[in-house]
């Protein structure tokens, strides 16, 4: 598989649809350094529990829904919860995970993917494995790294300022297993460059004029039932 093929993957999301074995994979906090692993720890908060004075209206079907994420915390079950309308549609799987992790809010992990999507991305194209390894499941990981080696080993860089803005992400999928091991898809759609430069700093592929409208889906995995709190990316998939 060649690295043109790679960026298409993960930059076009224009290719087949790449499945990787979901692996369980630890990370490790290393002090000082807030930013990378705290994107990506649990992305949850348990909160204080509070009433919510703003009530949601009639129609919200999840306004019955005890435990409901409100606000980013986690509220009384006699409070009437607003639901992020991220989750709009899977208020079950919401139940479901809430009965595991009552530390789980949608408004935090839609935060916390969607600083996943940008960290992951940004580490690929200037080749920082180590990002990789702790937050992308073992098979994916290695299937980035093998790539980022090629594109070194070929004298190839790519544009590095290739994000220009992530203008909306949406949660298209929730499954959740009996062991606690839980899937959620989460869609992203942003503005991205795509360049890639040879030794000689001539671009020889892609445009680093050219804005272009992306949609990539991705897949974050964490089994509830386990202390590990971090949710890791385990797939990528075109839109």
């Not at 919401?94 to 992990?109: C, E, R, V, W, Y």
């Not at 999928?173 to 959620?184: A, D, K, R």
């Amino acid at each position: 598989m060649g690295q043109n093929y790679l960026d298409i993957i993960v930059f076009a999301g224009i290719a087949a649809v790449i499945i990787f074995k979901i692996v369980r994979v630890l990370g490790t906090r290393v002090d000082g350094e807030p930013t990378a692993e705290d994107f990506m720890r649990g992305f949850t908060k348990q909160g204080d529990a509070k009433d919510n004075d703003n009530a949601v209206n009639e129609n919200n079907p999840n306004a019955d829904m005890p435990n409901a994420p409100q606000n980013g915390q986690m509220v009384d079950v006699e409070a009437k919860p607003v639901l992020s309308q991220k989750f709009v549609g899977f208020v079950e799987q919401l139940q479901q995970i809430q009965a595991i992790d009552q530390g789980f809010t949608p408004d935090k992990f839609i935060f916390g993917a969607e600083k996943a999507f940008e960290m992951i991305l940004e580490s690929y194209v200037k080749g920082e494995k180590e990002t990789i390894n702790r937050f992308v499941v073992k098979d994916l990981a290695q299937f980035l790294n093998g790539m980022i080696d090629k594109r070194i080993q070929d004298g190839l860089t790519q544009e590095k300022k290739f994000l220009i803005g992530l203008n909306n992400s949406a949660v298209k999928n929730i499954i959740v297993q009996e062991n606690g091991t839980t899937f959620i898809e989460v869609e992203f759609e942003s503005e991205q460059i795509f360049a890639m430069y040879n030794a000689k700093g001539e671009c020889i592929q892609g445009n680093p004029n050219n804005i272009l409208q992306k949609t990539d889906i991705w897949v974050f995995t964490r089994n509830l039932r386990e202390a590990n709190p971090i949710w890791f990316l385990s797939e990528i998939k075109n839109s």
